[in-house]
């Protein structure tokens, strides 16, 4: 157990809706990030926050946000979904930049 | 962030060492080496990271060369919870305001 959790574990939803995933990082970390798993792409990295600011953007597509709030948890929102969005997202946090990355075991998504 | 190249499989006996090599030939003087692993759709682990010594902890053990340009991953006695996707991921110190760079890994399989 990492300390990281992430709900839902499972998402079925269907094209063209919206939904928020949730996720808290470890007691103390001050950094979160978001990656997405699929079958064809592998791991990718979405987006960083750090104490509540974003801090790097990766392969993140417009109709993607997040945030992180002053309790430090964050939501990852998906919108627009299409097909290819079924993936697994996972969340990691860290106490900073300088530091390995804890992940969550993940929410899978189904768009359907 | 430099690039690595691992086999893209392996096999190793239970309760022998595994060794999981790694190639990172253009890795700048302020890269660390981390490893990861993912068993099975759950989120990666961190196992362990350094910079140009060799590190131990619990689960693993790591050597780097000389040169830096190369490093193995050693699991002293594998089990078959083990069996599991590694990644070798080279970062530059303070890690920067970025996410991890998974590239495919080696799959490690123990065989009872």
């Known amino acids: 157990d990492s300390g990281v959790t992430q709900t839902p574990k499972h998402l079925i939803t269907a094209t063209g809706q919206r939904v928020t995933l949730r996720c808290s990082p470890r007691s103390g970390d001050l950094s979160v990030y978001w990656y997405q798993q699929s079958l064809d792409q592998g791991l990718q990295f979405l987006i960083q926050?750090?104490?509540?600011?974003?801090?790097a953007k990766g392969n993140i597509l417009e109709r993607f946000s997040a945030q992180q709030f002053p309790d430090l948890h964050s939501e990852l929102n998906l919108s627009s979904l299409e097909l290819g969005d079924s993936a697994l997202y996972f969340c990691?946090?860290?106490?900073?930049?300088?530091?390995?990355?804890?992940f969550g075991p993940g929410t899978r998504l189904t768009v359907t | 962030d430099a690039k690595t190249t691992q086999p893209p499989s392996m096999d190793c006996a239970e309760g022998r060492a595994a060794n999981l090599p790694c190639n990172h030939s253009?890795?700048?003087?302020?890269?660390?080496v981390y490893w990861y692993r993912q068993i099975h759709s759950q989120g990666p682990q961190y196992i362990i990271h350094?910079?140009?010594n060799n590190e131990t902890n619990e689960m693993a053990s790591l050597i780097i060369t000389e040169d830096r340009k190369s490093s193995t991953l050693i699991l002293p006695h594998a089990t078959l919870r083990d069996t599991a996707v590694y990644y070798c991921i080279v970062r530059a110190s303070g890690g920067g305001a970025d996410g991890l760079t998974f590239g495919k890994g080696t799959h490690l399989i123990i065989q009872p």
């Open positions: 990691a946090s860290s106490p900073s930049d300088l530091y390995e990355q804890y």
């Open positions: 253009t890795i700048s003087g302020n890269e660390y």
């Open positions: 350094g910079l140009k």
């Open positions: 926050y750090y104490n509540g600011e974003e801090r």
